[in-house]
């Protein structure tokens, strides 16, 4: 049973930085392409940003703040969100999809966690 568990989320000030975690389990990480997903109120669930070996994908809009990363050995990826603007804030999920690409479809994900909550006051 696959299981993603995200974790990191709060409240922040605008130009503040957040780390948000995900634990993985009940896959095979390291053939994983992991991503972080996220969805304002009102508002569709919307890439973030993706990484498999190297050469991590960003949407635009977080692309120069944020950083996706991945330790294979802890079965776990990590979003350093730095310089947040009250525009990030949504509820971040992270997903799993076994592929040699890395894509920014919603619907081309297996896997998703819960969500975890990230409010950027200003």
């Known amino acids: 049973q696959v299981q993603l568990v995200e974790s990191g989320g709060g409240l922040v000030q605008a130009g503040g930085s957040l780390r948000l975690s995900c634990a993985a389990s009940?896959?095979?990480?390291?053939?994983?392409?992991m991503a972080w997903f996220r969805q304002a109120p009102g508002k569709e669930r919307e890439f973030v940003a993706a990484i498999r070996w190297s050469a991590p994908v960003y949407a635009a809009s977080v692309k120069d703040r944020f950083t996706i990363s991945r330790d294979n050995g802890k079965n776990a990826v990590f979003l350093e969100m730095n310089s947040l603007k009250p525009e990030d804030t949504a509820l971040y999920y992270c997903?799993?999809?076994?592929?040699?690409?890395?894509?920014?479809?919603?619907?081309?994900?297996?896997?998703w966690g819960q969500g975890t909550q990230v409010t950027v006051s200003s």
């Open positions: 009940g896959l095979a990480f390291s053939t994983y392409v």
């Open positions: 997903a799993a999809e076994l592929s040699t690409l890395l894509n920014t479809r919603v619907a081309s994900y297996d896997y």
